[in-house]
């Protein structure tokens, strides 16, 4: 039945066995990966159904984690996936990231640890081969206000950011913040610059009554924090 399947294309398949109307049927939670990705590719190429190709990409790349932030090169091998249908993952990739974000917002987690912001950080930061530099802004309570990017590249040039985080917190009425970045060489070890930057962002948040309570550095499943280490002076 499967080499059938595979030579015939999806619209010759059973209904209850195509992939969206299986979805639309049964909910997308009953869909393997494959049938979910098989939908955002619509179609297939000639002699490979789009369940066919769904699942040499995740051969491919084995997680829609090891997806999200791969680069055009690196999808060149499979044939008729073009520009269009990679920009169709990618998107839908980046809304799961989002919906989870959204959630952790809308909810107003508190924070009582660093271990408790790595849980939310970590998905979206591990992998990512640039330096970013996020905020997370919470209220009296230690609940999240806000998680917004500070600033792209390094902290080599603390000041500016420093400035920019704390106008930043003024404006959104935090009490706290916790900053978090990442490693992309996966080295979670912080830099004498990651140590610096630390101290005169504490220092400023005191001269502005704002808590800087923790800077954390991401690897990869891994992280650092400076008041996990009694580093925050």
């Not at 499967?2 to 999806?10: D, F, L, V, Y």
């Not at 806000?146 to 420093?162: E, K, Q, R, Y």
């Not at 504490?202 to 990869?220: C, E, F, Q, R, S």
């Amino acid at each position: 039945m499967a080499q059938n399947m595979k030579s015939t294309g999806i619209n010759s398949w059973p209904e209850d066995d195509r992939p969206r109307e299986k979805l639309l049927k049964k909910g997308a939670g009953a869909l393997s990966n494959s049938e979910l990705l098989a939908i955002l590719l619509r179609t297939g190429v000639r002699g490979n159904s789009a369940i066919d190709l769904a699942r040499q990409i995740l051969e491919r790349f084995g997680t829609f984690r090891n997806m999200s932030h791969t680069d055009m090169r690196e999808w060149k091998e499979f044939k008729g996936l073009g520009p269009a249908k990679i920009a169709q993952i990618k998107a839908a990739l980046e809304i799961g990231r989002r919906f989870r974000e959204d959630e952790v917002l809308t909810s107003k987690q508190k924070i009582a640890s660093a271990k408790d912001v790595v849980s939310i950080i970590m998905p979206q930061m591990r992998d990512l081969k640039t330096e970013v530099f996020k905020v997370v802004y919470l209220n009296s309570n230690n609940r999240i206000i806000n998680i917004s990017d500070a600033a792209l590249g390094t902290v080599n040039h603390a000041m500016p950011i420093v400035r920019e985080i704390i106008h930043s917190a003024l404006q959104q009425f935090a009490a706290a913040i916790i900053c978090i970045h990442n490693h992309p060489s996966a080295n979670i070890a912080p830099s004498p610059e990651d140590t610096k930057f630390t101290q005169e962002l504490t220092a400023a948040g005191k001269l502005m009554g704002i808590k800087v309570l923790d800077h954390v550095i991401i690897g990869n499943d891994d992280y650092f924090s400076f008041a996990d280490q009694g580093m925050m002076g």
